[in-house]
């Protein structure tokens, strides 16, 4: 019996939607995406919590979504490129390890200052994650099958992002703010169990090239100084007209 029909990678390495290394590989890859595109909302519904267990000001709270989504869009470029130069799986396992140590740091964070910087680092986690998930699918999957592929981890990847408030409410209510960040430990973890057990390896990382750090440096100051100038602002108005 062929190795295809034992679940096993073909020869090349690609694997087939219908194979179960083809079905763990979507489930690692939409799951790893999906995490990181629910804590980009989740986290929207605990701001009122956030605010009285840690005493946060207005533009504290603003920060705690902003350093996650800030060098995530700045860096995820970045954390493709690394891919590409290193092994897709192998950045998509550091992506989740990463993602899982800032999210346990977001969790016993004693200080809205603290938090702010782990949720910062989740975002650099994020930023290795979400290209690796998509270019682990490019690559692992069988030409007649990459489309209905990627496909299912669009889908699977928005529906975790939509049920983010959800989620996150009922956390919240039931467990507290923190469990917002530490669901994410046990389930990162599982992913990365799961990446290296079931999904097959292929060597196709190239060390060439050179990265673009300047670039990727400027943009998550570019981004960072344009956000604090718009989140500043309002509330600069808005102390004048009181002081007026």
């Known amino acids: 019996?062929?190795?295809?029909?034992?679940?096993?990678?073909?020869?090349?390495?690609?694997?087939?939607?219908?194979?179960?290394?083809?079905?763990?590989?979507?489930?690692?890859?939409?799951?790893?995406?999906?995490?990181?595109?629910?804590?980009?909302?989740?986290?929207?519904?605990?701001?009122?919590?956030?605010?009285?267990?840690?005493?946060?000001?207005?533009?504290?709270?603003?920060?705690?979504?902003?350093?996650?989504?800030l060098t995530l869009s700045a860096l995820?470029?970045?954390?493709?490129?690394?891919?590409d130069r290193f092994g897709r799986r192998r950045i998509y396992l550091i992506?989740?390890?990463?993602?899982?140590?800032?999210?346990?740091?977001?969790?016993?964070?004693?200080?809205?200052?603290?938090?702010?910087?782990?949720?910062?680092?989740?975002?650099?986690?994020?930023?290795?994650?979400?290209?690796?998930?998509?270019a682990l699918i490019q690559d692992s999957f069988h030409a007649d099958d990459r489309n209905r592929a990627l496909g299912w981890w669009s889908g699977l990847s928005g529906a975790a992002g939509a049920l983010g408030p959800l989620l996150g409410g009922g956390l919240v209510d039931t467990a507290g703010w923190r469990w917002v960040f530490l669901v994410n430990v046990p389930v990162?973890?599982?992913?990365?169990?799961?990446?290296?057990?079931?999904?097959?390896?292929?060597?196709t990382g190239t060390r060439a090239g050179r990265f673009d750090v300047l670039g990727a440096a400027s943009a998550a100051i570019g981004l960072g100084g344009t956000t604090y100038a718009l989140a500043g602002a309002p509330m600069t108005w808005a102390l004048r007209r009181w002081r007026q």
């Open 188 to 203: 990162a973890a599982a992913l990365g169990v799961v990446l290296v057990a079931r999904v097959p390896k292929r060597h």
């Open 95 to 134: 992506g989740i390890a990463s993602f899982a140590a800032a999210s346990l740091l977001c969790g016993l964070a004693p200080s809205l200052e603290w938090l702010i910087a782990a949720r910062a680092l989740q975002g650099i986690g994020g930023a290795l994650v979400v290209p690796g998930s998509l």
């Open 1 to 69: 019996m062929s190795g295809e029909a034992h679940g096993r990678a073909p020869a090349d390495g690609r694997v087939r939607l219908s194979d179960p290394a083809g079905r763990w590989t979507l489930l690692v890859t939409a799951a790893g995406s999906g995490l990181v595109l629910l804590e980009a909302t989740v986290v929207n519904v605990a701001l009122p919590a956030l605010e009285r267990s840690l005493a946060a000001s207005l533009a504290g709270l603003q920060w705690t979504v902003n350093a996650f989504t």
């Open 76 to 83: 995820i470029l970045l954390g493709g490129a690394l891919g």
